[in-house]
Every structure is written in C-alpha cells, then in structure tokens.
C-alpha cells in the first residue's frame, strides 16, 4: 500500500508509478480515516509520498503520520517527498514522526518536480515545466528500483542543513497557510470544486461564491490550481505565474 497527499498531482503521480511497476495499491489520505487501522500483511511494503511545503511536511501529511497503526508493522517503510527547490529535511520530519507511533523507516527518496507555490515560483511557461517533469522520470524510476530491491538508506537529495530547515519551516509555513490572501476574482462561476476538494475543509460556498471559514489551511493550492475559471488567486502575483496540475493524470 503507498499513501499520498497530492493537491496537483505531483505525489499522486509518483505514487501511482511507483505503484503501477511493483504491484501495490495507491490509496490518497485524504479518502483515508485518519487514525483508523490499515490491514497490512505481514512483510508488506507500506509507502508514504508527500509534497514539500516551506521546506517541511504539509499539515495533513503530519497528523494522518501522528495517527498511522499499521498491525503488523510492514516489513519495509519508505517515505518519498517531492520538491521544487529543496526537500528540506522532510525526511527526517517523518521518521520522527513515525518513530514515535513504534514505526521505524527503510529508505527514504526526493524527487524533484514543479514547484506549484505560484505566489513565488513562475509555472507560466509551458517548455520550462515539461522539462522538469521529464527530468523527474528517472529520478522516480530509481526509486522503483530500490524499492522492488528492499534497498535501504536515505537517497534523498538537495536537503538543506536541519537547523535551516526548522527555522525556514518554523517562519514561513504558518504565515502561508492564512487564508486570508485569498482573493476570488469575478470570473468564478460558483460550481464549488474548490470547496468540495478542500483536503481540511476550510471552504465553504456561500452565495455561489468561495468564503474561507477558516483563518488557516494547508495551503496546497489545490483550489487555486484546479479551479476551472482561475479565478482564485493568492496575493497579487499567482495571476501572472499560471496554474498547474500534473500532466500525467
């Protein structure tokens, strides 16, 4: 089994490879009970692929982490995260984690992808994304290999120093995930998939109109990035960075 947290496609995508080439199963946690008990067999490889955020784990991918049982413990755990700039040590964040539910990892693997923080990072250009995502192929295909091989280690790439990374995570994620730079612009039509996809519920439609009930969320993105109209906008340079969601799915 390989659980993902995807808001664009990019974790959603690895896992699915992943799991496509070794005959497993890729299973979203946002469809998933948090805290419920996952029926592994004994021996079984168990994955978790999340995206990076402010150079740390997303929220949703550290409580459902706090709140994994897995009975028997799998005979091999590995963790992949992908990336835009850095993984940071998202890695290490979930072998913590996990550690402290009784679960000790195998491998842990990166893969760098686009970077779909649109308020800093440009998607715009078609030709720069493609290449990323082709460059991301044999990244994840290394990943297969060592886990069809049970290979353990950490294979990750491009971390930046632990106490770097705390600080950056620490500073920053907080700050982005306020919803209140949301804008909605007049193009949306009302049909509500930024609500219904919400992987924490912080939107309600009101009004045929997107209303953040929550002043923080996880800032995925995913409502920005799918939203049919692009009419949801974060600050004031997303508009002219683009949307994205991963060509393969």
């Not at 964040?93 to 760098?112: M, N, P, Q, T, Y």
């Not at 996809?197 to 002043?215: E, H, K, L, S, T």
Request: hydrophobic content about 40%.
């Amino acid at each position: 089994m390989i659980f993902y947290f995807s808001a664009t496609g990019n974790s959603r995508y690895v896992a699915e490879r992943v799991a496509a080439a070794t005959g497993d199963v890729a299973v979203s946690i946002n469809e998933w009970h948090a805290g419920g008990d996952h029926a592994t067999a004994p021996g079984e490889a168990v994955g978790i692929v999340s995206p990076t955020y402010a150079w740390g784990l997303p929220v949703v991918v550290r409580e459902f982490l706090r709140d994994l049982t897995l009975d028997p413990a799998p005979g091999y755990l590995w963790f992949a995260a992908t990336y835009g700039t850095t993984p940071g040590q998202t890695g290490r964040d979930a072998e913590k984690i996990l550690h402290g539910a009784g679960l000790a990892l195998s491998a842990k693997f990166s893969v760098r992808m686009p970077d779909t923080w649109t308020p800093l990072f440009d998607l715009s250009d078609p030709d720069k994304v493609r290449r990323i995502n082709e460059a991301a192929e044999p990244q994840i295909d290394g990943i297969i290999a060592k886990v069809s091989a049970r290979a353990r280690g950490d294979f990750m790439n491009r971390k930046t120093p632990v106490l770097l990374s705390k600080a950056v995570y620490g500073l920053e994620y907080d700050s982005m995930r306020r919803t209140s730079n949301f804008v909605v612009e007049d193009s949306c039509v009302g049909c509500g998939q930024c609500a219904r996809n919400c992987p924490v519920g912080a939107i309600q439609m009101r009004d045929r109109r997107p209303v953040w009930v929550a002043d923080r969320c996880a800032m995925c993105l995913g409502c920005l990035h799918r939203c049919p109209k692009f009419a949801i906008q974060y600050g004031n340079r997303t508009k002219r960075h683009g949307q994205y969601t991963h060509p393969g799915l």
